[in-house]
């Protein structure tokens, strides 16, 4: 299992590294003003539908019921797959044409406060009918993608997301053939679905798991799927109106807070990808398969090398973004239309997101207790339950903190949602964290404030020893903070596990 997650988090670390550069040329073309802000709404709005509709939500109902289907009859499971691939096509399309005539309405309920400045909205409105499309065709990719994973095929699914942002990359390098370089960046994101389709296509045809095109009936296996769906749905819902008020109340403020959120967001990511997501991804099947075999110790055994594993690579990096910020957007994006004030906006935004970090790489782990039982109902509950937290914080807090309000009640957020999940998990002995599962995560903690200590000693003895370089100073900074953070927690980190008694290896 691990060599698995450690295949989906390579795949996700070389599609994190493809979205720096993306995300690199966006600032230097586009900067953080209205033109991004419009593009970061245009790309937001597809993603927030596709999260309600496809990825987690979809995930959590047809995994588990195909996976059932499977194991009475291979044709049973084929034949639902291309049911439920017909119906979404229908759905989706349905969805494209009535939100290509509503983007206007779309737009002012989503980002009012771009309705005061009309340059704004109009391009946002513009660009977000050219991103649209991609909802329908990720929507795809989604459903082959879960198709592949229930297959134990996991590689071409991490590798998508790379498409996206090589194909936004070279439609800014051919900025000169669109009005603009937002126009540009639009259309990047819709040929990228058309790239992304073709790929999972090619691999569910390799793997011959590839649906057609069924009638859908309201057979029993469909009837199991909607009764996890509905509630899977409405739970991704809840989280994407958490979303949907980020967009909304940034909306309001100075212009540049859609950009602040957007770039450390983009950096928030890395580790909830790499980690978080990649882990959950390969334990949803893992448990769903142990469960239905009747090995509930196994099941729980890979969600604790799950959950141990996300904690150890996670943590270090909500250190970072707590310690050096203002470093981090600096080296990686101060460079063009994006200035040192852009980067220190949007390091007050990734520091408030760090606070919720850990929290939020071990959602999907947690969500597999409940997934893999094809009970969607009680994540659903925690879901809403954390958005309500939410949202009354980002009411309270942006007054006052402006957009890094946003940011820490999302933080916020998330530990309620983790919390509620490990809680009724435990109750319900759908959860067994073992001895060495807390020991792993004490070694982790000790490590990580050897790490805070170290980068926040060196910081300025290092920036006064480069202080007469010509340039790449805070690039070179960085760099040498991250070196010796690596070392100091790696460090640290052997040396407690070996007193604690926990094994790093196992041979």
């Not at 047809?62 to 229908?90: C, D, N, V």
């Not at 939100?99 to 340059?119: N, Y």
């Not at 994407?240 to 403020?253: C, H, V, Y």
């Not at 939410?390 to 983790?418: D, E, F, H, S």
């Amino acid at each position: 299992m691990l060599r698995k997650i450690l295949s989906v988090g390579g795949w996700t670390l070389l599609s994190r590294l493809t979205g720096f550069v993306r995300d690199v040329a966006l600032a230097a073309l586009i900067g953080a003003g209205p033109v991004m802000d419009a593009f970061a709404v245009a790309q937001r709005l597809p993603n927030h539908f596709r999260a309600i509709f496809g990825e987690g939500a979809f995930n959590a109902a047809f995994i588990p019921t195909y996976a059932q289907a499977r194991e009475r009859e291979a044709g049973a499971a084929r034949l639902f797959a291309s049911r439920i691939w017909t119906l979404m096509i229908l759905v989706q399309l349905a969805l494209l044409a009535a939100a290509i005539a509503l983007m206007p309405a779309i737009v002012r309920t989503l980002a009012p406060g771009f309705a005061d400045d009309p340059v704004r909205f109009d391009l946002a409105v513009t660009l977000t009918r050219i991103t649209f499309p991609y909802l329908l065709l990720i929507t795809l990719v989604t459903i082959l993608s879960a198709l592949l994973n229930a297959h134990d095929r996991f590689a071409a699914a991490a590798a998508a997301p790379i498409l996206l942002n090589v194909s936004i990359v070279a439609a800014l390098a051919a900025a000169v053939l669109f009005p603009g370089a937002g126009h540009a960046a639009a259309w990047g994101v819709f040929m990228a679905g058309v790239l992304e389709l073709g790929l999972l296509w090619a691999a569910a045809r390799r793997a011959r798991v590839a649906p057609g095109l069924a009638r859908p009936r309201l057979d029993p296996t469909m009837r199991g799927f909607f009764k996890t769906f509905g509630p899977a749905v409405i739970g991704s819902a809840g989280v994407q109106i958490a979303l949907f008020a980020d967009t909304i109340i940034a909306s309001f403020l100075p212009r540049g807070a859609v950009s602040a959120l957007y770039y450390a967001d983009r950096i928030a990511q890395l580790p909830i990808g790499v980690v978080g997501i990649a882990a959950g991804t390969v334990l949803l099947p893992e448990m769903a398969r142990r469960i239905a075999g009747g090995d509930v110790a196994g099941a729980h055994a890979a969600q604790n090398r799950a959950v141990g594993f996300t904690l150890a690579l996670a943590l270090p990096c909500a250190v970072a973004f707590v310690a050096v910020p203002d470093l981090i957007m600096r080296a990686l994006f101060a460079r063009g239309a994006f200035t040192a004030e852009d980067a220190r906006a949007a390091g007050a935004v990734l520091s408030a997101y760090a606070v919720g970090l850990p929290a939020v790489v071990l959602i999907r782990s947690m969500l597999a207790s409940f997934h893999a039982r094809s009970d969607t109902t009680t994540p659903l509950y925690a879901s809403l339950a954390a958005v309500a937290v939410n949202v009354a914080l980002k009411i309270v807090l942006t007054g006052p903190l402006g957009a890094p309000g946003l940011a820490l009640a999302t933080a916020v957020g998330a530990w309620v949602n983790v919390g509620l999940l490990a809680g009724l998990a435990w109750r319900r002995s759908w959860t067994a964290p073992s001895g060495a599962l807390v020991r792993t995560a004490m070694a982790a903690l000790i490590a990580c404030v050897a790490l805070g200590v170290a980068v926040t000693a060196a910081r300025n003895p290092l920036a006064n020893a480069i202080a007469g370089l010509p340039g790449w100073r805070d690039e070179i900074l960085l760099g040498a903070l991250a070196g010796l953070g690596a070392l100091a927690y790696a460090g640290t980190l052997v040396a407690a596990a070996r007193i604690l008694g926990v094994r790093l290896a196992r041979r």
